[in-house]
T-cell receptor
Framework: SAVISQKPSRDICQRGTSLTIQCQVD?????MFWYRQQPGQSLTLIAT?????????ESGFVIDKFPISRPNLTFSTLTVSNMSPEDSSIYLC???????????FGEGSRLTVL | GNSVTQMEGPVTLSEEAFLTINCTYT??????LFWYVQYPGEGLQLLLK?????DKGSNKGFEATYRKETTSFHLEKGSVQVSDSAVYFC?????????????FGKGTKLTVNP
């Protein structure tokens, strides 16, 4: 298993500002995943972050809006840029387990944009 | 595309009641199916899984059987406890184009009262 810590756990932000979410894993992992959970919706994969290369974004998500860093094998950041109220969500960091479909998640970062 | 539909919540039960949370899916190929659980203040964690038709996943008294003929993976527990109060997510993974991506349902919130 993996222990994943995210910061901040929650924040209230003003429209037009940007916020960076940090994700720390207690072991070295190749891929880290960033998900978004909008109110009343399912988890949606934003991007996959590999160490040493550009993140791979899913349809509907772009690097300018959600830049991701992956400086080493235990850490990643997701920035939500130029926020609007529609960005109010829980953002989750996760890493893969040893079996297909098994993911370990952080506790999430709840963002509210006013 | 792949999708997961699970029953809308919230679900409120008394302790020792029987629990069913319905989940149906649409997928290409032969997906693997999962139930994830998110306890209050914690990240999602894998509860159980089934990788082929007629498989039964089980853990912590919860069970779910992979039914290909009805494309379902309903979660059941014979006697719930207060500590089972959480949000439950049904999910699938279906290899497409060589990659595997988890697709989640919207989650069902369960509250168990003493």
């Amino acid at each position: 298993s993996a222990v994943i810590s995210q910061k901040p756990s929650r924040d209230i932000c003003q429209r037009g500002t940007s916020l960076t979410i940090q994700c720390q894993v207690d072991s070295q992992v190749t891929m880290m995943f960033w998900y978004r959970q909008q109110p009343g919706q399912s988890l949606t994969l934003i991007a996959t972050a590999n160490q040493g290369s550009e993140a791979t974004y899913e349809s509907g998500f772009v690097i300018d809006k959600f830049p991701i860093s992956r400086p080493n094998l235990t850490f990643s950041t997701l920035t939500v840029s130029n926020m609007s109220p529609e960005d109010s969500s829980i953002y989750l960091c996760s890493v893969a387990g040893s079996h297909s479909g098994e993911l370990f998640f952080g506790e999430g970062s709840r963002l509210t944009v006013l | 595309g792949n999708s997961v539909t699970q029953m809308e919540g919230p679900v409120t039960l008394s302790e020792e009641a029987f629990l069913t949370i319905n989940c149906t899916y649409t997928a290409t190929g032969y997906p693997s199916l999962f139930w994830y659980v998110q306890y209050p203040g914690e990240g999602l964690q894998l509860l159980l899984k089934a990788t082929k038709a007629d498989d039964k996943g089980s853990n912590k008294g919860f069970e779910a059987t992979y039914r290909k003929e009805t494309t379902s993976f309903h979660l059941e527990k014979g006697s719930v406890q207060v500590s089972d109060s959480a949000v439950y997510f049904c999910a699938l993974i279906s290899p497409q184009g060589g990659s595997e991506k988890l697709v989640f349902g919207k989650g069902t919130k369960l509250t168990v009262n003493p």
